[in-house]
């Protein structure tokens, strides 16, 4: 609960720090119902004695990096989560420090000595087979006691849903499983994965990853190159505002990149130089690929809090991030927004399509023509298009001119239609007779002699109960289209 | 002296005319739209699906193999978005229906005549739990009550453009009834006007009826 370390938070006092959700809480709140993760609203509600502080963020993380740095000596590739939170991979440094319980102490001492006593300063540490498990090893622990869980699995089978809340899964995939009797990850492990796939697509897969010990690997792949981004400064950047700008500017551009191979981070690199002194570099990492805004919201934390901290003296000559554990999820398909939307619509049109057949699901594509029945060119769903007889681009001299009757039958519906002085009076709609009461046309459609078509003449007849859209052909009259 | 006009295109949101929301599909909540064919609701109900289309696939579900993809994109609804399917069974409407709830964000159905109430209630309570935008248009007797959200009836159409054998046809006004849960348990009046293009137009004359009855 780094949170709760902010220095006008008032000492001795019961403290609520939130944005729409708490992210710290004194033991007296706490112990009034209040939990990490609720709803500001209802926390509100629950303490009402509390003094309610706005989370800062971007605040934390500058008083945050001090303490990433104290980690950083003991240990390399320190991972940050967001303020409060870091994770870095121990087998190298227990191997050096000779066990996991005298590195953890380690950690816990240096730690523990650079922040103090005091509300939100306690250290906990939990060791486990990947950053999942030992996130809440750590939640689990006791301040200057390290977790150190041998059998992850088993420990991962005790851990609440709530667990999941994070990054991972919505709140209403949480309450269907509770729904569905579903209280622990062990429980949500002994389902078959195949059947939550079904049910639930994407989230309700890597939840039961989650719960089955597979955590997504830290190993980051080999990343070209020419993925990475670079700025650099002839002036240095010194001014909150300027880096602001800067950090919005190369988050955009480098995901820009990653999106047009396909793929967004999970981990990021973020590397300033400054004009004086030595480079800095961070790497931030998050459960779900990093989104435009959460990879600016990151980068300009980072930035910021070396600024403000002094960490790059003389301003910031050259900034350069670069992606790691780079994930196929979602970011590609920015029509669907995510992919297990996509994985959804999917299954449900294949599932009408099931039901109703190959050609009960259609794709239309505009194509050339002069009725509307000809301008559509039809598709199965999930097949290759149809190619177009006709350039839609194509002038088409003699169009049926918009707007377009919404409702057009795949053939002419013969029709009847009263005429009076070659001028059409009455037309019958299903059983009863509708006076015209204007109508326009005629416009002359030539057919093609050659291929059999004949000479027709069109036109738009309104009546009380709507309009029409008329050809007439041979002495006969023909529904072509209803204005609907 | 002329009525004042609102836009009704992508700014929709910056709107704060009342009767604006009336036009658009809500997550979860249903938009029943009644009239007879050629009361221009076929092209209304395909225009709500236009904001969504931008976002991701909307789905059509014709019974009658007549609706057109051309009046849709003139709406504004994106071509590679619009997905029709053809229902013409009607024991099969409902499995579809439902299957196309389950997982497609926004849908335009016209519903068959003679189908079960609870099936439509069925139907309702699943665009609710998976925030489906939804509306429907009933092609026989109003839909139960409590299964819409919002009421849209159409009080008739106008033409314009067309003079006895001169001009085109080139806009039309639709008058609409706004009720239910989502008009606030009153009724209101307003009309729209729709030129053949991506942008309806709200015209301001508007008739407040009070509510026959109250809600308890």
Known sequence: MWSLTRPDAPPGNPVLVADDRVTGATPDVLAAGVTLGMPRRDAEALAPFATVLTRDVGEETRRFESVVEVVEDLIPRVEVVGPGLVFVPVAGAIRFYGGEDVLARKVIDEVAGHVGSGPGKEVLVGIADGPFAARWAAARSS??????????????????????????????????????????????????????????????????????????????????????????????????????????????????????????????????????????????????PFTERALTDRVWWQLRAWVESGGVPGGIIRIRIAPFDLSGEGRQLGVFGDESARIETDRALARAQALLGPDGVLEGRPQGGRMPAERVAWSRWNEPETARDRDPTAPWPGVTPKPSPALVPPRLQLIEVEWDGGMPSRVRLGTRWEPVLTWSGPWRLSGRWWAGERDADRYQLVTSAGALLCVVADGKSYLAGVYD | MGKPEVDLATPLLDQSREELSYLRLEPGRITELVGDTGSGLTRLGLSLLAAPSRAGPVVVVDIRGWISPEAAWETGVEAESLVIVRCNERPLWTRVTAALLEGVPAVFAEVPVGIKEQDLRRLAALARARKTMVAFRSMGSRLPSGVSHLRLRSLGVTWEGADRGHGKLKGRRLMLEASGRGAAGVTRRFEVEDEGKDTLRLVSDVVFDPSRRAAG
């Not at chain 1, 002994?190 to 309700?204: C, S």
């Not at chain 1, 950090?247 to 004009?275: F, K, T, W, Y």
């Open chain 1, 143 to 288: 301040p200057g006691e390290p977790l150190i869980v041998e059998d992850t699995l088993s420990f991962l089978r005790t851990l609440d849903l709530e667990s999941l809340r994070e990054g991972v899964a919505s709140d209403s995939l949480i309450a269907t499983f509770r729904w569905l009797g579903v209280t622990t990850l062990g429980d949500l492990a002994g389902f078959p994965r195949e059947a939550l796939a079904t049910r639930f697509g994407n989230e309700g897969v890597l939840a039961h990853r989650l719960a089955s010990g597979e955590d997504r690997t830290a190993l980051p792949r080999e990343i070209p190159e020419e993925l990475a981004v670079e700025m650099e400064f002839e002036d240095p950047l010194e001014h909150i505002d300027a880096v602001a700008f800067a950090a919005r500017n190369i988050s955009e551009r480098m995901l820009s990149r990653l999106r047009s191979n396909g793929v967004a981070p999970h981990q990021v690199s973020i590397l300033a130089e400054p004009d004086l002194g030595k480079v800095r570099e961070r790497i931030w990492r998050s459960a779900d």
